[in-house]
Each structure stands twice: as structure tokens, then as C-alpha cells.
């Protein structure tokens, strides 16, 4: 039999702390039923001016499976629930809001998922079950679960719920987190990277008692930012290498319109072809060099965590050995298209072509130059972190094998032999 710890983080709560600790409380029995035989609740008290630790602290005196913890000044809802973590006994760990927007009586369901076949369960408010959420807070979290979905691989419909189950033993796994209100999409971040088996289960969504403390503006920018860098700091091409694309899709747009343009005759210099220019000139060099600086970022991660090197964009690459490793090559290609190009404008000028025809060739082959010498740039210092991974993964690999192989020691021994001559 299992059981569980469910934590609740509560800040100037004292309207609605009472419910929702009753609330709580009431579930043991639908518990057992899943197969959770002992329960434990604590409530953080995260500094509160009220009077919520007051009646917290009176509840608890008639249910000792209460606990109160109060923390002297305010840290912050993540800081409020790692100390409800680090104090659980449980070996299921829970969580909800104070504010009773949360269903308590959904932790069953939550259970049940975790002891089947989940280390994470989220309650999802966007999964189908009835929602009182504001529409800009569903707008928020659609993206927010859409942009992780693209970064991580995986279908998440809720990033950000505040009330889930997990195995208290991923918390190594998915430490260290932060102490504000982006705890949840950063646990949700982490667990996507780091391989956890996750589920959802839907549950309805209920406006909160009081005035909300999330500000969709300043909270929704500190959530971005969170699952941005928690994400790169686990697969950085994912994100640097879809803004490469998408630089490198324009510049190949641009140059094709104004490849079209010349073809048809037109070589005059309007301002829009000014403007296309420099965006694609712009576009293209950006893009190459994001998609580069993600694939040579993933390999400092690799160094870092001493961890294989995470798939690329795509997942498995379009070439049978990884993108990166061609960049060698395709700058060599780039740099003789460049010069080829810039070799053929120069016969042309002084074969009496006008400069007026020949300046798009010239930029078009400044560029390819630039282009190549970048991809040769990062393909060096690739090939350098390919190689300072390959010491590492060899040093370890000759270390062990030389302790699997060295013969054990045998002491000194102290006695003389008895077939020995002693020489006078």
C-alpha cells in the first residue's frame, strides 16, 4: 500500500484556507479505495499577515494527520512548496492551490494514474473537464502547453496546473526549482527533458476565493522565460535551430523573389528591394548562425551533464550521421559558390555588363562567403567538443577497465621462511 503527502502552499489565505483543508481531509476514504493507505497533509504557511496559520493550526488539533509549517517571512509559492517536498513522508507527493480553484476530490483519480503507470500525473484544466478559467489565463496556458509540446516532443495540454501527484523519488531528477509561481512549468520543463513519464487527468476548474496573485502580464513573461532557458539548458537546437529555419526560410523566400524579378528584366534598385535585401541578408546570416550556435551548445550541455548528445531539430537527422558533423562541408560548398559567383560578376563587368545588373550577383556572393566561413568557423569548434567528449568518454572507459583488471594486493608478510639459508 502506498501513501501520500499532499501540500498546500498558502500565503494571506484565511478566507478560503478552512474549505479547502476540509476539503482535503475528506478524501482519505476514496483513497483507499486506489490503494493510498496512509495520508498525510501539510499546509506551508508562506509568511502570512492573516490569520491563516491561526486556523490552520485549530484544525490540526483535531486531525493529527495535519500538519502546519510556517515559514517566518514570505518566499514565494515555489519556495512554500519544496519545503512541503523535503518534509514529506510520503512516497506519493501532492499538491493544490489554497485558493480553492483546485478539486481535492480528484487526488484518487491523480493516485490511481501515479500507482499505475505514471512518476508525474497533472490534473489538467484544458483537457476537456468543465473550466471557470478567464479567457486570458486559457489563452496563457494554450500557449504555454503548445510551446512545451514543441520543445520537449511531447503532448502537454497543461504546463502550468497547479495541482499534480508524483513519485517523491523524481525530485532529483527534476531539482533544482525555482521559488516564485513559475515552479510549475519549470517541473513541467524538466520532467519532459529529463524522461519522466507523465499523464493527465482532466479536472474541472473553479474561480478562486479572493483577489488572484497572478499577474498574466509579469507572471506570463516570468513563465516564458523560465521553460525558454530551462529548455535550452537541455536541448538548445530545439529552440536556436526552429529560429534558424525560419531565418533561413526568409532569406531563401527574398532571394527567390528577387532572383524572379531579374529574371523578368527588371534591374532597377526601387526601395523595397532595399528593404527585401537587407531583410534577407539579414535573415540569412542569423539563421545559419542560431542553428550552428544550437547544435555546438548541445554539446557543451553534453559535456556538462556528462550525457549523451541530445537528437537534433528533427529528432533522428536527414543524413545517417548528425547535421552538425556536415557543416565542414557545406561551407566549403558555400565559400566555392561564393566565389564562383563573385569570379563570374567580375568577367561580366569588365565584359561591359552594367553595375546595375551585376550588384545583386556580388551581394549574393559576399553573402555565400560569410555563410561558408561560418559553418567552417563552427565546424571546428564542434569537431574540438567532439573530441574533448571522446577523452572523457576513453579516460573513463580506460579507468575502469584498469581497476576490473588490477590484480589484488597481497600484504608483506612478516614470518621467514623455513626453507631459507641464512648466510653467516
Excluded at 18 to 36: F, N, P, T
Excluded at 286 to 302: D, K, P, T
Excluded at 306 to 317: A, D, E, M, T, V
Amino acid at each position: 500500500m502506498a501513501s501520500l503527502t499532499v501540500v498546500i502552499p498558502a500565503y494571506n489565505e484565511e478566507n478560503g484556507i478552512k474549505e479547502i483543508v476540509e476539503r482535503v481531509l475528506l478524501v482519505q476514504k476514496d483513497l483507499l479505495k486506489v490503494g493510498v493507505s496512509k495520508f498525510e497533509l501539510l499546509v506551508v504557511d508562506d509568511g502570512s499577515r492573516d490569520k491563516t496559520a491561526e486556523i490552520t493550526k485549530k484544525i490540526a488539533e483535531e486531525h493529527p494527520e495535519l500538519r502546519l509549517i510556517s515559514h517566518e517571512t514570505n518566499k514565494g509559492y515555489g519556495a512554500a512548496l519544496k519545503t512541503g517536498f523535503n518534509c514529506a513522508e510520503g512516497d506519493l507527493v501532492g499538491f493544490l492551490d489554497a485558493d480553492g480553484t483546485y478539486p481535492p476530490e480528484y487526488f484518487p483519480q491523480l493516485c490511481e494514474v501515479a500507482l499505475r503507470d505514471a512518476n508525474l500525473v497533472i490534473g489538467s484544466r484544458m483537457a476537456g473537464a468543465d473550466s471557470q478559467m478567464p479567457m486570458t489565463r486559457r489563452v496563457g496556458n494554450l500557449f504555454f502547453a503548445n510551446l512545451l509540446s514543441i520543445v520537449g516532443r511531447q503532448s502537454v495540454s497543461d504546463s502550468a496546473s497547479g495541482m499534480r501527484v508524483f513519485k517523491k523519488d523524481i525530485l532529483e531528477q527534476i531539482y533544482p526549482l525555482p521559488d516564485g509561481l513559475n515552479l510549475t512549468p519549470v517541473m513541467s520543463t524538466r520532467a519532459v527533458h529529463e524522461g519522466i513519464k507523465m499523464a493527465e487527468v482532466p479536472i474541472p476548474y473553479s474561480e478562486r476565493v479572493g483577489r488572484s496573485k497572478l499577474s498574466v502580464t509579469q507572471d506570463g513573461t516570468l513563465f516564458l522565460q523560465s521553460m525558454i532557458w530551462t529548455a535550452l539548458s537541455y536541448n538548445p537546437v530545439r529552440l536556436l535551430g526552429m529560429l534558424g529555419l525560419i531565418g533561413i526560410g526568409l532569406a531563401l523566400m527574398i532571394a527567390l523573389g528577387l532572383a524572379v524579378v531579374r529574371v523578368q528584366g527588371d534591374t532597377t534598385l526601387e526601395p523595397w528591394n532595399v528593404v527585401a535585401l537587407y531583410i534577407g541578408a539579414i535573415s540569412g546570416v542569423a539563421g545559419i548562425s542560431l542553428f550552428a550556435l544550437g547544435a555546438m551548445f548541445n554539446y557543451l550541455v553534453s559535456l556538462f551533464h556528462k550525457r549523451p548528445i541530445r537528437q537534433g531539430l528533427f529528432g533522428k537527422s536527414l543524413f545517417k550521421t548528425p547535421m552538425e558533423y556536415h557543416f565542414g562541408w557545406f561551407g566549403l560548398l558555400a565559400l566555392l559558390i561564393g566565389f564562383g559567383i563573385g569570379l563570374a560578376s567580375l568577367y561580366l563587368g569588365l565584359n561591359g555588363w552594367d553595375m546595375d545588373r551585376l550588384w545583386l550577383y556580388g551581394l549574393g556572393s559576399a553573402m555565400s562567403i560569410l555563410v561558408g566561413v561560418q559553418l567552417i568557423i563552427y565546424w571546428v569548434i564542434i569537431q574540438t567538443l567532439e573530441e574533448l567528449k571522446q577523452r572523457d568518454m576513453l579516460v573513463a572507459s580506460e579507468l575502469l577497465f584498469e581497476a576490473n583488471t588490477k590484480p589484488e594486493a597481497t600484504a608483506w608478510s612478516t614470518e621467514i621462511p623455513t626453507n631459507l639459508t641464512v648466510m653467516e
